[in-house]
């Protein structure tokens, strides 16, 4: 055969290791070695997400836990400063009334909430209380109260006190 039909590409030498010696390519242990360096990256991208993630859900519910408790002091110094007669029941229980309303009103812990009753009609107050402590100061008309909530671990109190206004002696 004439020499002509042996022509080789300008990019390629002839005989120097076979057909596939001189292509470009990844060897076995670069890409398993890639891959490595790849997994290791994203598992500590993936953990730091999972940590943000927890220390969000961590924080929320703190922050609901603080608010149900003050939600719940509010109310109870609210609704109690105008009251025109108050009776404690026990220590997780006041009741009181209004002038001119025959119903009575309760507050008081129930079944780990904060609870209001108006003629049998229960209103949820706030939930996730393990406490609520009342302490009637008949003489001053004062009423001391302390609650406490606990939710996963957290745990947030509030001690505070009403003067009922309407019972106090004018001066």
């Known amino acids: 055969m004439p020499a002509?039909?042996?022509?080789y590409r300008k990019d390629r030498k002839p005989n120097d290791g076979g057909c596939c010696a001189?292509?470009?390519g990844f060897t076995l242990l670069e890409v398993l070695a890639a891959v490595t360096v790849y997994a290791l990256?994203?598992?500590?991208?993936?953990?730091?997400?999972l940590f943000g993630v927890n220390t969000y859900k961590v924080g929320s519910n703190r922050l609901d836990l603080?608010?149900?408790?003050?939600?719940?002091?509010?109310?109870?110094?609210?609704?109690?400063r105008y009251a025109h007669a108050l009776q404690q029941v026990n220590d997780h229980e006041v009741q009181y009334s209004y002038p001119g309303e025959?119903?009575?009103?309760t507050i008081k812990h129930k079944n780990g909430e904060i609870v209001q009753l108006i003629s049998n009609t229960e209103?949820?107050?706030?939930?996730?209380?393990?406490?609520?402590?009342?302490?009637?100061?008949?003489h001053n008309k004062v009423l001391y109260f302390s609650i406490k909530?606990?939710?996963?671990?957290?745990?947030y109190a509030v001690r505070s006190a009403v003067c009922l206004q309407n019972l106090r002696e004018r001066w």
């Open 22 to 24: 001189t292509e470009k």
């Open 4 to 7: 002509s039909f042996h022509s």
């Open 123 to 138: 209103t949820k107050i706030a939930y996730n209380i393990e406490t609520l402590i009342f302490n009637w100061d008949e």
């Open 41 to 49: 990256l994203l598992g500590s991208v993936f953990s730091l997400y």
């Open 66 to 80: 603080q608010q149900n408790v003050r939600v719940a002091a509010d109310f109870i110094s609210r609704e109690l």
């Open 149 to 155: 909530g606990n939710d996963e671990g957290n745990t």
């Open 102 to 105: 025959a119903a009575p009103y």
